[in-house]
């Protein structure tokens, strides 16, 4: 059993793959090109918005949308403490200050009520040197942050919102999409995500013109008219042509495999023994693309030893995430101010299940019923 099995996903659509990348290599055109432009196009359909820029990697998104929105040195940007160091590293590469705030247990998404206690925090006890300027919302495993709620607290405090899609690609909540709730919406397409190429991939999303072509000259060496004629510093984060015909043929694919994740999700949640465990909570109205099915153990249960059982049943688990961001080694100047006793516990109890949309009913079952087992011999 695979914890994402990719190798299952090629095998069935193997034909489509193989022929959109033979299409490439016979083009000659492997960099930029006529097929990340059609894929940029049906990604900003997809999402529903304006503008679609494609880059290197979700990390690289995230700096490019931080460098456009003009967020710098002495700036502020709030982030979740439980997710993914990415989030915080783009900001910390720009130069402004990460402020860590703790999550909502039950959605493991940035929790809005937190989130309004630190900005007013900083308004009241700031130095005046720093800046307020933005929120990044992470859609953590899946699952969109609450953004009717992050919304009206951004704009009560005049603060942008990027949104973090690195895990939530095909989200929504009602019928709008994840990538489409931020000033810019960022998202990878790293192999085990839920829309993944084979390799490095990203993308921005935005319905403002101006935003969408600086994104466009950064993403390029800051390139004006021409390639050669550079206006800004950027960096080189370019998509692959063979990437971009690979993530077209899987977005062909992609509301069914959808589908698919939340039938495994809910066969989880069904068979899995809630009385001793948590099984993971998606909020009404809320649609999530499961990037991770993520349950919380209590603290008789050893994450470790059950980790260990599993293993020895050919059950693949993972850790997700161990540390909350303000303890990692790279912010180790910041351990002490902050508080996240949600980020903190989480870190301390969770596990990641193998979920992915060609994982068959028989291996839900075999999951569910040896973990139900050997927490219940537990006690």
Aim: proline residues 4%; contains cysteine.
């Amino acid at each position: 059993m695979q914890f994402r099995d990719l190798k299952r996903q090629y095998n069935i659509l193997k034909e489509p793959i193989n022929k959109a990348v033979t299409e490439v290599m016979s083009s000659g055109a492997f960099v930029m090109g006529s097929k990340v432009e059609e894929l940029e196009q049906s990604l900003a359909e997809y999402v529903g918005v304006k503008h679609c820029v494609s880059c290197a990697n979700g990390t690289d998104s995230l700096y490019l949308a931080l460098r456009a929105l003009n967020i710098g040195e002495d700036d502020i940007v709030f982030v979740p403490d439980f997710t993914f160091f990415a989030t915080a590293e783009a900001v910390s590469r720009v130069g402004a200050q990460p402020v860590f705030v703790d999550v909502d247990p039950n959605t493991f998404n940035i929790s809005p009520e937190k989130l309004e206690e630190e900005i007013s925090l900083w308004e009241e006890t700031g130095d005046g040197c720093q800046d307020l300027k933005a929120i990044i919302t992470v859609d953590l495993f899946g699952q969109p942050a609450d953004y009717i709620k992050i919304q009206e607290i951004a704009k009560r405090h005049g603060l942008v919102v990027i949104e973090d899609a690195a895990q939530g690609f095909g989200s929504r909540i009602g019928e709008q999409k994840a990538c489409s709730f931020g000033t810019i919406g960022c998202t990878s397409f790293f192999p085990a995500k839920p829309l993944g190429c084979y390799g490095d991939g990203g993308a921005l999303f935005t319905n403002d013109d101006s935003l969408a072509n600086t994104c466009r000259s950064l993403r390029q060496h800051g390139k004006g008219v021409s390639k050669y004629s550079n206006e800004k510093i950027g960096l080189n984060s370019r998509l692959d042509a063979i990437q971009a015909a690979i993530l077209q043929v899987k977005l062909s694919v992609f509301d069914q495999e959808i589908v698919a994740v939340n039938h495994i999700a809910e066969l989880y949640s069904k068979l899995l023994d809630d009385s001793i465990i948590t099984i993971p909570q998606v909020q009404e109205g809320f649609h999530s693309s499961w990037a991770q099915y993520t349950i919380i153990l209590p603290d008789e249960i050893n994450r470790e030893d059950l980790q260990t059982k599993l293993q020895g049943k050919k059950i693949p688990t993972q850790i997700y995430y161990p540390t909350p961001l303000h303890l990692l080694p790279a912010y180790h100047k910041y351990a002490t101010w902050y508080k996240c006793p949600n980020s903190l516990s989480l870190c301390q109890h969770v596990l990641s299940l193998p979920i992915h949309p060609y994982l068959t009913e028989e291996e839900v079952n075999i999951v569910a019923e040896t973990i139900n087992k050997i927490i219940r011999s537990n006690g």
